[in-house]
Protein backbone atom coordinates (compact mmCIF):
# COMPACT_ATOMS: atom_id res chain seq x y z
CA UNK A 1 0.00 0.00 0.00
CA UNK A 2 1.25 3.50 -0.70
CA UNK A 3 0.66 6.64 0.79
CA UNK A 4 -0.39 10.51 -0.72
CA UNK A 5 -0.60 13.14 1.70
CA UNK A 6 -2.06 16.58 0.28
CA UNK A 7 -5.25 15.59 -2.32
CA UNK A 8 -4.26 19.19 -3.91
CA UNK A 9 -3.26 18.79 -8.33
CA UNK A 10 -0.23 17.33 -7.43
CA UNK A 11 -0.97 15.18 -4.72
CA UNK A 12 -4.26 13.79 -6.31
CA UNK A 13 -2.30 12.90 -9.83
CA UNK A 14 0.22 11.47 -7.65
CA UNK A 15 -2.28 8.91 -6.33
CA UNK A 16 -3.84 8.60 -9.55
CA UNK A 17 -0.75 6.86 -10.73
CA UNK A 18 -0.34 4.80 -8.43
CA UNK A 19 -3.35 3.87 -8.56
CA UNK A 20 -3.25 3.11 -12.27
CA UNK A 21 -0.04 1.01 -11.68
CA UNK A 22 -2.26 -1.47 -9.49
CA UNK A 23 -0.81 -0.12 -5.80
CA UNK A 24 -3.93 0.54 -3.28
CA UNK A 25 -3.64 4.19 -2.12
CA UNK A 26 -4.54 5.79 0.80
CA UNK A 27 -5.05 9.46 0.07
CA UNK A 28 -4.87 11.68 2.94
CA UNK A 29 -6.01 15.81 3.39
CA UNK A 30 -7.14 17.67 5.88
CA UNK A 31 -10.97 17.38 5.73
CA UNK A 32 -14.02 15.73 3.84
CA UNK A 33 -13.94 18.05 1.27
CA UNK A 34 -10.54 18.37 0.32
CA UNK A 35 -10.11 14.66 -0.08
CA UNK A 36 -13.51 14.68 -1.97
CA UNK A 37 -12.38 17.05 -4.56
CA UNK A 38 -8.98 15.29 -4.69
CA UNK A 39 -10.93 12.16 -5.80
CA UNK A 40 -13.30 14.21 -8.43
CA UNK A 41 -9.83 15.36 -10.36
CA UNK A 42 -8.67 12.07 -10.10
CA UNK A 43 -12.44 10.59 -12.11
CA UNK A 44 -11.83 13.84 -14.48
CA UNK A 45 -8.34 13.08 -15.21
CA UNK A 46 -9.36 9.20 -15.75
CA UNK A 47 -12.70 10.53 -17.95
CA UNK A 48 -10.24 12.31 -20.71
CA UNK A 49 -8.79 8.49 -20.75
CA UNK A 50 -12.04 6.96 -21.68
CA UNK A 51 -12.98 9.34 -23.70
CA UNK A 52 -10.45 9.08 -25.37
CA UNK A 53 -10.46 4.96 -25.49
CA UNK A 54 -6.91 4.91 -23.83
CA UNK A 55 -8.94 2.85 -21.15
CA UNK A 56 -12.44 1.24 -20.34
CA UNK A 57 -14.80 3.04 -18.02
CA UNK A 58 -14.77 -0.20 -16.19
CA UNK A 59 -11.17 -0.05 -15.47
CA UNK A 60 -11.47 3.34 -14.53
CA UNK A 61 -13.89 2.59 -11.90
CA UNK A 62 -11.40 -0.30 -10.81
CA UNK A 63 -9.08 2.59 -10.51
CA UNK A 64 -10.82 4.96 -8.58
CA UNK A 65 -11.71 1.86 -6.01
CA UNK A 66 -8.32 1.60 -5.25
CA UNK A 67 -7.71 4.99 -3.93
CA UNK A 68 -9.08 5.15 -0.36
CA UNK A 69 -9.37 8.68 0.91
CA UNK A 70 -8.68 9.70 4.71
CA UNK A 71 -8.15 12.52 7.04
CA UNK A 72 -6.34 10.45 10.08
CA UNK A 73 -2.59 9.46 9.18
CA UNK A 74 -3.24 6.40 11.12
CA UNK A 75 -4.70 5.22 7.86
CA UNK A 76 -1.12 5.29 6.84
CA UNK A 77 0.59 3.06 9.28
CA UNK A 78 0.60 0.24 6.71
CA UNK A 79 2.13 2.05 3.85
CA UNK A 80 5.42 1.02 1.96
CA UNK A 81 5.93 4.69 1.21
CA UNK A 82 4.25 8.21 1.52
CA UNK A 83 4.64 11.07 -0.65
CA UNK A 84 3.98 14.34 1.22
CA UNK A 85 2.38 17.09 -1.20
CA UNK A 86 1.05 19.93 0.82
CA UNK A 87 1.68 23.34 1.08
CA UNK A 88 5.10 24.76 0.31
CA UNK A 89 6.21 25.85 3.76
CA UNK A 90 8.98 24.01 5.85
CA UNK A 91 7.43 24.14 9.29
CA UNK A 92 4.64 22.66 8.03
CA UNK A 93 6.18 20.27 6.10
CA UNK A 94 8.04 19.54 9.13
CA UNK A 95 5.35 18.81 11.34
CA UNK A 96 3.51 16.29 8.71
CA UNK A 97 7.06 14.55 8.27
CA UNK A 98 7.19 14.61 12.48
CA UNK A 99 3.82 12.94 12.24
CA UNK A 100 4.22 10.48 9.34
CA UNK A 101 7.44 9.11 11.15
CA UNK A 102 5.12 8.30 14.46
CA UNK A 103 2.46 6.80 12.41
CA UNK A 104 4.27 5.17 9.51
CA UNK A 105 5.57 1.70 9.67
CA UNK A 106 9.47 1.93 10.80
CA UNK A 107 10.67 0.65 7.70
CA UNK A 108 8.63 2.24 5.42
CA UNK A 109 10.15 5.51 2.80
CA UNK A 110 8.95 8.90 3.63
CA UNK A 111 9.14 11.34 0.37
CA UNK A 112 8.36 14.57 -0.12
CA UNK A 113 7.02 15.99 -3.55
CA UNK A 114 8.28 19.82 -2.79
CA UNK A 115 9.55 21.92 -5.09
CA UNK A 116 12.37 24.08 -3.63
CA UNK A 117 13.08 22.93 -0.01
CA UNK A 118 15.44 21.21 0.73
CA UNK A 119 15.29 17.43 1.50
CA UNK A 120 17.59 17.23 4.68
CA UNK A 121 15.98 20.49 6.72
CA UNK A 122 12.88 18.25 5.84
CA UNK A 123 14.59 14.90 6.99
CA UNK A 124 15.71 16.40 10.24
CA UNK A 125 12.23 16.69 11.36
CA UNK A 126 12.20 12.57 11.43
CA UNK A 127 14.22 9.94 13.23
CA UNK A 128 14.51 7.84 10.09
CA UNK A 129 16.63 10.40 7.58
CA UNK A 130 18.20 7.71 5.78
CA UNK A 131 14.49 7.05 4.66
CA UNK A 132 13.47 10.26 4.01
CA UNK A 133 14.03 11.20 -0.42
CA UNK A 134 12.74 14.01 -2.65
CA UNK A 135 9.81 12.56 -5.32
CA UNK A 136 9.52 15.38 -7.52
CA UNK A 137 6.68 14.66 -10.03
CA UNK A 138 5.94 17.23 -12.95
CA UNK A 139 2.36 18.79 -13.75
CA UNK A 140 0.13 17.09 -14.82
CA UNK A 141 1.18 14.14 -13.08
CA UNK A 142 -0.85 11.51 -15.12
CA UNK A 143 1.19 12.95 -18.26
CA UNK A 144 4.99 13.98 -17.77
CA UNK A 145 7.25 11.01 -17.56
CA UNK A 146 9.98 12.62 -15.37
CA UNK A 147 10.29 12.26 -11.16
CA UNK A 148 13.30 13.97 -9.85
CA UNK A 149 15.03 11.85 -7.16
CA UNK A 150 16.14 13.81 -4.79
CA UNK A 151 19.04 12.91 -2.31
CA UNK A 152 19.24 14.83 1.22
CA UNK A 153 22.44 14.36 2.90
CA UNK A 154 21.85 11.34 4.84
CA UNK A 155 19.58 9.55 2.30
CA UNK A 156 20.51 6.13 2.24
CA UNK A 157 21.65 3.86 -1.33
CA UNK A 158 18.88 1.23 -0.08
CA UNK A 159 15.91 4.26 -0.06
CA UNK A 160 17.62 5.82 -4.02
CA UNK A 161 16.95 2.28 -5.13
CA UNK A 162 13.29 1.29 -3.36
CA UNK A 163 12.53 4.52 -5.44
CA UNK A 164 14.14 3.88 -8.85
CA UNK A 165 12.25 1.02 -8.96
CA UNK A 166 8.80 2.06 -8.26
CA UNK A 167 9.61 5.09 -10.58
CA UNK A 168 10.09 2.77 -13.04
CA UNK A 169 7.29 0.69 -12.03
CA UNK A 170 4.84 3.77 -12.57
CA UNK A 171 6.13 3.85 -16.13
CA UNK A 172 7.98 6.69 -15.43
CA UNK A 173 11.63 7.93 -15.85
CA UNK A 174 13.57 8.80 -12.43
CA UNK A 175 16.80 10.89 -12.60
CA UNK A 176 18.83 11.01 -9.43
CA UNK A 177 20.06 14.63 -8.16
CA UNK A 178 21.62 15.87 -4.94
CA UNK A 179 19.98 18.22 -2.20
CA UNK A 180 20.52 21.84 -3.87
CA UNK A 181 17.93 24.63 -3.81
CA UNK A 182 15.68 24.02 -6.52
CA UNK A 183 17.54 20.95 -7.44
CA UNK A 184 17.84 20.74 -11.18
CA UNK A 185 14.81 21.31 -12.56
CA UNK A 186 13.48 24.82 -11.03
CA UNK A 187 16.74 26.04 -10.62
CA UNK A 188 16.86 26.23 -15.00
CA UNK A 189 12.92 26.39 -15.51
CA UNK A 190 12.36 29.43 -12.83
CA UNK A 191 15.26 31.54 -14.17
CA UNK A 192 13.82 31.12 -17.51
CA UNK A 193 9.42 32.27 -16.75
CA UNK A 194 11.31 34.92 -14.06
CA UNK A 195 13.64 36.25 -17.51
CA UNK A 196 10.62 36.22 -19.49
CA UNK A 197 8.41 38.10 -17.03
CA UNK A 198 11.08 40.94 -17.11
CA UNK A 199 10.60 40.51 -21.17
CA UNK A 200 6.73 41.86 -20.59
CA UNK A 201 7.64 44.03 -17.67
CA UNK A 202 10.23 46.16 -19.74
CA UNK A 203 7.73 46.33 -22.85
CA UNK A 204 10.59 43.98 -25.06
CA UNK A 205 7.52 41.98 -26.73
CA UNK A 206 3.97 41.39 -25.51
CA UNK A 207 3.08 37.77 -23.54
CA UNK A 208 1.72 36.59 -26.86
CA UNK A 209 4.51 37.51 -28.61
CA UNK A 210 7.52 35.92 -25.73
CA UNK A 211 5.28 32.76 -25.58
CA UNK A 212 5.43 32.42 -29.17
CA UNK A 213 9.06 32.87 -29.49
CA UNK A 214 9.63 30.31 -27.04
CA UNK A 215 7.05 27.78 -28.25
CA UNK A 216 8.11 27.96 -31.81
CA UNK A 217 12.05 28.92 -32.02
CA UNK A 218 12.93 26.49 -29.09
CA UNK A 219 9.78 23.89 -29.28
CA UNK A 220 8.62 24.26 -25.66
CA UNK A 221 5.38 22.61 -25.64
CA UNK A 222 4.07 25.80 -23.67
CA UNK A 223 5.35 29.09 -23.48
CA UNK A 224 6.40 30.85 -20.41
CA UNK A 225 4.52 32.73 -19.25
CA UNK A 226 1.72 30.16 -19.87
CA UNK A 227 3.52 27.91 -17.91
CA UNK A 228 3.61 30.06 -14.89
CA UNK A 229 0.24 30.09 -15.23
CA UNK A 230 -0.28 26.66 -15.55
CA UNK A 231 2.12 26.26 -12.44
CA UNK A 232 1.04 29.05 -10.05
CA UNK A 233 2.42 32.09 -9.93
CA UNK A 234 2.44 32.22 -6.09
CA UNK A 235 4.37 28.66 -6.65
CA UNK A 236 6.91 30.61 -8.51
CA UNK A 237 7.56 33.94 -6.70
CA UNK A 238 8.02 31.16 -4.01
CA UNK A 239 10.83 29.15 -5.76
CA UNK A 240 12.12 32.34 -6.88
CA UNK A 241 12.68 33.64 -3.37
CA UNK A 242 14.33 29.96 -1.99
CA UNK A 243 17.09 30.44 -5.55
CA UNK A 244 17.27 34.09 -4.31
CA UNK A 245 18.06 33.61 -0.53
CA UNK A 246 19.89 30.65 -0.75
CA UNK A 247 21.95 30.76 -3.73
CA UNK A 248 22.93 34.49 -2.37
CA UNK A 249 22.88 35.43 -6.42
CA UNK A 250 20.87 38.85 -7.62
CA UNK A 251 20.39 36.66 -10.84
CA UNK A 252 17.45 34.67 -9.00
CA UNK A 253 16.20 38.24 -7.67
CA UNK A 254 12.19 37.64 -8.83
CA UNK A 255 10.65 40.37 -10.89
CA UNK A 256 8.62 43.20 -9.63
CA UNK A 257 6.02 42.47 -11.85
CA UNK A 258 5.17 38.77 -10.44
CA UNK A 259 5.00 40.34 -7.00
CA UNK A 260 2.82 42.62 -8.00
CA UNK A 261 0.49 40.29 -10.01
CA UNK A 262 0.78 37.74 -6.96
CA UNK A 263 0.05 40.70 -4.13
CA UNK A 264 -3.21 41.57 -6.87
CA UNK A 265 -4.17 37.87 -6.50
CA UNK A 266 -3.68 36.90 -10.04
CA UNK A 267 -1.84 33.51 -9.60
CA UNK A 268 -2.59 32.38 -13.27
CA UNK A 269 -5.33 28.90 -13.95
CA UNK A 270 -6.31 28.55 -10.59
CA UNK A 271 -7.64 32.19 -9.36
CA UNK A 272 -8.95 32.75 -13.14
CA UNK A 273 -6.63 35.28 -14.06
CA UNK A 274 -2.49 35.85 -14.83
CA UNK A 275 -0.73 37.00 -17.73
CA UNK A 276 -3.63 35.48 -19.83
CA UNK A 277 -7.17 35.04 -18.70
CA UNK A 278 -9.41 31.48 -18.18
CA UNK A 279 -13.20 31.67 -17.83
N1 LIG B 1 -5.13 13.90 -17.27
C1 LIG B 1 -5.36 13.21 -18.39
N2 LIG B 1 -5.17 13.73 -19.63
C2 LIG B 1 -4.73 15.00 -19.70
C3 LIG B 1 -4.48 15.79 -18.56
C4 LIG B 1 -4.70 15.17 -17.28
N3 LIG B 1 -4.47 15.82 -16.13
N4 LIG B 1 -4.06 17.02 -18.95
C5 LIG B 1 -4.05 17.00 -20.29
N5 LIG B 1 -4.46 15.79 -20.76
C6 LIG B 1 -4.53 15.33 -22.15
C7 LIG B 1 -5.56 16.04 -22.96
O1 LIG B 1 -6.82 15.42 -22.83
C8 LIG B 1 -5.00 15.90 -24.39
O2 LIG B 1 -5.26 14.63 -24.93
P1 LIG B 1 -5.31 14.38 -26.54
O3 LIG B 1 -4.09 15.03 -27.13
O4 LIG B 1 -5.30 12.90 -26.67
O5 LIG B 1 -6.58 15.03 -26.96
C9 LIG B 1 -3.51 15.94 -24.17
O6 LIG B 1 -3.29 15.67 -22.78
C10 LIG B 1 -2.94 17.26 -24.53
O7 LIG B 1 -3.64 18.27 -23.80
P2 LIG B 1 -4.12 19.63 -24.45
O8 LIG B 1 -4.56 19.42 -25.86
O9 LIG B 1 -5.09 20.27 -23.49
O10 LIG B 1 -2.87 20.60 -24.42
P3 LIG B 1 -1.36 20.37 -24.85
O11 LIG B 1 -1.23 19.65 -26.14
O12 LIG B 1 -0.71 21.71 -24.72
O13 LIG B 1 -0.75 19.44 -23.73
C11 LIG B 1 0.44 19.56 -21.71
C12 LIG B 1 -0.87 19.76 -22.40
C13 LIG B 1 0.78 18.07 -21.63
C14 LIG B 1 0.25 20.10 -20.29
C15 LIG B 1 1.59 20.28 -22.49
O14 LIG B 1 1.21 21.59 -22.78
C16 LIG B 1 2.89 20.32 -21.74
O15 LIG B 1 3.65 19.36 -21.72
N6 LIG B 1 3.16 21.49 -21.11
C17 LIG B 1 4.35 21.67 -20.28
C18 LIG B 1 4.10 21.08 -18.92
C19 LIG B 1 5.29 21.30 -18.02
O16 LIG B 1 6.29 21.91 -18.34
N7 LIG B 1 5.14 20.78 -16.80
C20 LIG B 1 6.14 20.96 -15.78
C21 LIG B 1 5.76 22.14 -14.94
S1 LIG B 1 6.93 22.46 -13.69
C22 LIG B 1 6.52 21.43 -12.46
O17 LIG B 1 5.54 20.72 -12.48
C23 LIG B 1 7.46 21.45 -11.31
C24 LIG B 1 6.99 22.30 -10.18
O18 LIG B 1 7.87 22.13 -9.12
C25 LIG B 1 6.85 23.79 -10.49
Known sequence: MLGVVGA???????????AMHGHDVALLDINEDAVARGRAAIEKSLGRFVKKEKMTAD????IVARVKTTTSAKDLADADLVVEAIVENLAVKQK???ELDREVKPDGILASN????????????????????GMHFMNPVP??????????????????AAVFDLSKNLGK????????????????LMPMINEAIFCLHEN?????AIDTVMKLG??????????????????????????????????????????????????????????????
Open 143 to 160: LMKLIEVIRGHDTSDATT
Open 96 to 98: VFG
Open 218 to 279: MAHPMGPLALADFVGLDVCLAILEVLHRDLGDDKYRPCPLLRKMVMAGHLGRKSGRGFYSYD
Open 59 to 62: EAAA
Open 8 to 18: GTMGNGIAQVF
Open 114 to 133: TSSIWITEIAAATKRPDRVI
Open 173 to 188: IPVEVNDSPGFVSNRV
Open 204 to 208: VGTAE
